[in-house]
């Protein structure tokens, strides 16, 4: 089939032809690769409307509130899989068969421990340091540990470290949080899942074993599939543009860490929950609201709005779902914040500014109170959302390697100084 063209027209010019690229769903591309050499640039800050890449990981329709996981709804994952079943289908392209996925346990369980050396690096930390500060440096420094899998032109090096890198991260997560909290480092046991391994080594201690509930350990691992990817979010786009440099994965996943722990982004859950302690009690959200849409004021409803989900989030329909069960396990179905989140929640979505503005709750408004409720300390719910996003940042890294992208590197309008002499 004739291949479609969008015309450019400029006063003065030829007309530039410029073939649109079709995918399987969403939007098509007008593939600008060429512009340059007619001395042209496209310009689009915070990549609005740009494709930085071409993927076949994740597809979302913020209109449709609609997110895939190599093809499979978010909604039926998060019922019908378990968190290492999803990192399998981020990582390899499908769910695994049942012997594929005792393979791939077997595998995960037992990387679970660090280096001993390495955990002699937290030591180096003021115990009041951010757990995010903690993990930008601790998994960054994986690499100074693992020179036998840094080649990243070879394909069982990138798996080595990607099995790694999931096996690792809940282990120095909790690290982290032990050492800031002057107790021991807790050692993962092979006979837990992947959650309640989690929660084992945040909780337990050598004088008391922590007693992993099965429903807080199915929570915990439905909030790490609810983060797992999200195509080509902030920190994704920012291990892909690493990688693309040839940089080795442990120091790309530590730069998507160091963007994750921004507020706008995977800071957003710890924002809420700060947030509605703010708030202190229903009789002033509709101060809040109002601050939220005074342009002269910065203060912004933290778990609300996202940049594609121009509708309800679908992960926060199941974040709420999961926030419930949690909840009413605990007994802690009268929660004050989560009583204020839902009116803060009823009177937003009623409003006509955030209607206007098609602003819904996203995937951080419910994490916050699950986490909260749970005993995961404010500070570590951004180290949580890490956790869930490696397997996704990893895909990515690897799909990117695998499609030998060239180096990312955007240009720029320059509006500065002409030419001038200093003297
Ligand atoms: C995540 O990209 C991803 O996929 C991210 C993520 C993932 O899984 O990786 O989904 C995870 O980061 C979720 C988002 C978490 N962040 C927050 O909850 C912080 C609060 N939200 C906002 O900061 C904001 O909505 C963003 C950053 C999420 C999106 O910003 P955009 O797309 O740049 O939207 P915008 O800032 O241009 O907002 C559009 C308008 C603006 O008003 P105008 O300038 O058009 O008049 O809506 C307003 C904004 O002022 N607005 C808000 C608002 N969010 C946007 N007003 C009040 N409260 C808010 N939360």
């Not at 790694?164 to 991260?169: G, T």
């Not at 895909?395 to 309008?413: T, V, Y």
Request: some cysteine; glycine content about 6%; hydrophobic content about 40%.
């Amino acid at each position: 089939m004739a291949e479609k063209v969008a015309t450019l027209h400029i006063e003065g010019r030829d007309p530039i032809e410029l073939p649109i690229l079709e995918g399987s769903m969403g939007p098509s591309a007008i593939d600008v690769r060429s512009l340059l050499a007619h001395g042209l640039l496209s310009f689009d800050p915070g990549f609005m409307s740009t494709a930085s890449c071409e993927s076949q990981i994740t597809f979302i329709d913020g209109d449709k509130g609609l997110l895939l996981h190599r093809g499979y709804p978010i909604e039926q994952l998060a019922e019908h899989s378990d968190y290492l079943d999803v990192c399998h289908l981020l990582l390899y392209g499908d769910l695994p068969t049942a012997e594929q996925k005792k393979s791939f346990e077997h595998i995960i369980t037992h990387h679970t421990m660090i280096h001993e050396q390495l955990a002699e690096m937290f030591q180096a930390f003021r115990r009041d340091a951010h757990p995010m500060a903690i993990l930008t440096g601790v998994a960054g420094a994986l690499a100074a540990f693992y020179h036998d899998s840094l080649d990243v032109n070879n394909e069982r090096h990138r798996e080595i470290a990607a099995h790694r890198l999931i096996s690792k991260m809940p282990t120095l997560a909790a690290m982290a949080y032990k050492y800031s909290i002057g107790q021991p480092s807790i050692y993962p046991r092979n006979d837990l899942g992947y959650a309640g391994n989690f929660l084992h080594m945040m909780f337990s201690t050598p004088a008391a074993e922590y007693k992993v509930s099965p429903v807080i350990a199915r929570a915990v691992d439905r909030i790490f599939i609810l983060h797992a990817d999200h195509e080509q979010n902030a920190s994704t786009s920012t291990v892909r543009l690493a990688g693309s440099t040839g940089s080795n994965p442990f120091a790309c996943i530590a730069a998507g860490i160091a963007a994750l722990w921004g507020p706008a982004h995977g800071g957003a859950n710890e924002a809420v929950v700060s947030m509605l302690e703010e708030i202190g009690d229903e009789s002033r959200i509709d101060e809040y609201v109002a601050k939220a849409k005074d342009k002269s004021d910065p203060f912004r409803l933290m778990g609300f709005g996202h940049r594609v989900y121009k509708s309800y989030d679908p992960r926060a329909k199941v974040m709420k779902q999961t926030c419930d069960e949690v909840l009413t396990e605990l007994g802690l179905q009268d929660e004050p914040l989560l009583k204020m989140a839902m009116k803060l929640e009823k009177i937003a979505l009623e409003d006509e500014y955030f209607i206007k503005k098609k602003l819904y709750p996203n995937v951080d408004f419910y994490s916050g109170i699950i986490l909260k409720a749970i005993g995961i300390p404010t500070e570590m719910f951004t180290v949580m959302f890490a956790i869930g996003r490696t397997p996704g940042w990893i895909a990515h890294w690897k799909e990117m390697l695998d499609q030998k992208s060239r180096i990312s590197r955007p240009r720029q309008l320059y509006s500065g100084k002409t030419p001038r002499d200093v003297k």
